[in-house]
């Protein structure tokens, strides 16, 4: 289902829609009509990877509409989260033009608050889970524009970390935007959708995995996803805040800038996730092929990478300028609404990257926001701009070298997962020049 409409897989070969859009960010004038940016239901890998990857951003508005943190992360919890990974103080920014946040200190400061300074002044004393969203962005004419703020972690807090690494999600995503391409492996894939969650009832997730591994022999996630777990101690006690799955220990800050070499492991691959890759490696009776297991542990340490997971929260009016990562991205969007206004790396002679200036290369000079009467970026017009609002449980896949915007139209929590581009993936020949 994309857009509301029924289609099959074949028909998913169109990547956008052109429709007339009415982008609240941007005054200026492009001579091509923007286009809105899919949303699918229900996406394979197969046609992901084909069709998305690395070519279109699309809209999955499915995989993580039941994540733990749409309910779990009230404001009391997140407090606690905060608290325990930064014991000295929340690093945060704030804007000198209080509009743009990017790091850099032409554009913001940081100053240090406590978690609980923090969350009070985004969300007004309101506990998250009780804010309300409105449907539509009302204009702010003539009101007080307050302070806003902007909180970016560099790596993911230990415990919020462990509510995204939980089994049955990790397994909704990988299902779509990962393709191994072995027939062995894919036996029985019509039952990878199977929603073995807990939802909530009291069952472990780990025992519900387990109980449904005689119907999913095959699976490439399925040895990494069942560790041994006590139900008794751990899995329904949210004070234990156990995690599920083997992940890193200790969060390391770093940026997802660097390309690897798929055949070496992760610069920041703890020493459990080689232990699982052992692990894997000895367990032949379930995956003949070794070299299938250990690229699916890899995909999974790849995006599942706590050390380059990032946690953002922030006021309504935040604007991130216009600018490109240079991996793969995934926006999930935990509490209110975003809108992102995006051009593909084949328009960067037309949005003015700033080429004389090395720190912020990777940033446009265009000011989307501010542009009615702008007359020095006259080659912007022939850009060919795309367009979305992503929706609280929706999750937007951008590719590599993608330009983007992006406007807090609410108080908003995000969670974005990056991973690198691999030695087999081109980087665009624009992006050299």
């Known amino acids: 289902m994309v857009n509301g409409l029924n289609v099959s897989e074949h028909q998913l070969s169109l990547v956008g829609c052109i429709v007339h859009v009415h982008m609240s960010a941007a005054m200026f004038h492009f001579d091509n009509e923007p286009v809105e940016i899919l949303r699918a239901e229900q996406l394979s890998s197969e046609v992901f990877n084909q069709r998305y990857r690395n070519k279109h951003p699309i809209i999955l ?3 993580i509409s039941d994540w733990l943190p749409k309910t779990k992360w009230t404001t009391s919890y997140l407090q606690k989260a905060l608290k325990h990974q930064f014991q000295d103080g929340l690093p945060v920014f704030v804007s000198h033009d209080n509009r743009q946040f990017i790091n850099h200190p032409d554009v913001t400061k940081t100053i240090t608050c406590t978690a609980e300074e923090f969350l009070s002044r985004v969300f007004n004393g309101q506990d998250v889970c009780n804010v309300q969203i409105p449907t539509t962005a009302s204009d702010e004419d003539g009101q007080t524009e307050k302070q806003r703020y902007y909180l970016r ?6 415990i919020l970390f462990r509510d995204i690494n939980v089994p049955n999600q990790i397994k909704a995503l990988l299902d779509v ?5 072995d027939e062995d492996c894919f036996n029985h894939r019509e039952l990878f959708s199977q929603d073995i969650s807990s939802k909530g009832n009291g069952h472990c997730p780990v025992h519900d995995l387990e109980s449904a591994s005689d119907k999913e022999i095959g699976s490439p996630w399925e040895e990494m996803l069942s560790p041994p777990c006590n139900c008794a101690t751990s899995c329904n006690d949210d004070s234990s805040l156990a995690p599920l799955v083997k992940q890193n220990q200790s969060p390391i800050k770093s940026t997802s800038f660097q390309v690897q070499d798929t055949n070496q492991p992760s610069k ?11 692990e894997i490696q000895k367990s032949g009776h379930r995956h003949s092929n ?36 240079r991996n793969h991205g995934l926006l999930a969007q935990i509490l209110g609404r975003k809108e992102l206004i995006l051009f593909s790396h084949e328009d960067t002679h037309n949005v003015y990257p700033h080429v004389s200036y090395p720190e912020r290369a990777h940033t446009s000079r265009v000011d989307l ?9 006259p080659k912007l017009r022939n850009a060919q701009p795309y367009h979305c ?3 609280p449980g929706e ?26 581009i691999s030695s087999n993936e081109d980087v665009p020949v624009c992006m050299f020049m």
């Open 61 to 63: 508005s499915q995989v």
């Open 153 to 158: 972690t560099f790596s993911m807090p230990e």
């Open 177 to 181: 935007v990962c393709y191994i391409k």
């Open 268 to 278: 920041s691959e703890s020493s459990e996730q080689r232990d699982a890759v052992e």
């Open 290 to 325: 070794k070299s299938v297991a250990l690229e699916c542990q890899e995909i999974y340490t790849r995006i599942f990478n706590q050390s380059t997971m990032q946690l953002w929260i922030g006021t309504r009016g935040n604007i991130t300028p216009l600018h490109y990562d």
């Open 369 to 377: 926001h501010r542009l009615a009467d702008d007359k020095r970026f």
């Open 389 to 391: 609002i992503l929706q």
């Open 395 to 420: 999750l937007l896949y951008m590719p590599p070298f993608w330009w983007h915007d992006v406007t807090s139209l609410d108080d908003c929590i995000s969670v974005t997962l990056p991973w690198d």
